[in-house]
């Protein structure tokens, strides 16, 4: 088992910015890709961004540029560095992990932008 814990979310006005953070426990293996995802109400969940323990990233259209992911694999966290924040932006943020077939999924954080 993989426990995911995120930290980091909370309300602010457009244009601010957040840094979300997510350390991975348990029984971990070193080949696995992290990343997170978001869920608005009333949508599906989504792809924000995702970072392989090689450090290659991938990033949804919608964040590319205002949106930074990256690790310390020495700490097992991966980190989601979102900067000029949309209301659009608003959701719970997820943290996942997949490794040796297996996803884990954290208790999710919310993330909510005032205009």
């Known amino acids: 088992q993989v426990q995911l814990v995120e930290s980091g979310g909370g309300l602010v006005q457009a244009g601010g910015s957040l840094r979300l953070s997510c350390a991975a426990s348990?029984?971990?293996?070193?080949?696995?890709?992290m990343g997170w995802y978001r869920q608005a109400p009333g949508k599906q969940r989504e792809l924000v961004a995702t970072?392989?323990?090689?450090?290659?990233?991938r990033y949804a259209d919608s964040v590319k540029y205002r949106f930074t992911i990256s690790r310390d694999n020495a700490k097992n966290t991966i980190y989601l560095q979102m900067n000029s924040l949309k209301p659009e932006d608003t959701a719970v943020y997820y943290c996942?992990?997949?490794?040796?077939?297996?996803?884990?999924w954290g208790q999710g954080t919310q993330v909510t932008v005032s205009s």
């Open positions: 996942s992990r997949v490794q040796e077939g297996y996803a884990y």
């Open positions: 348990g029984n971990i293996f070193s080949i696995n890709v």
């Open positions: 970072i392989t323990n090689t450090g290659f990233t």
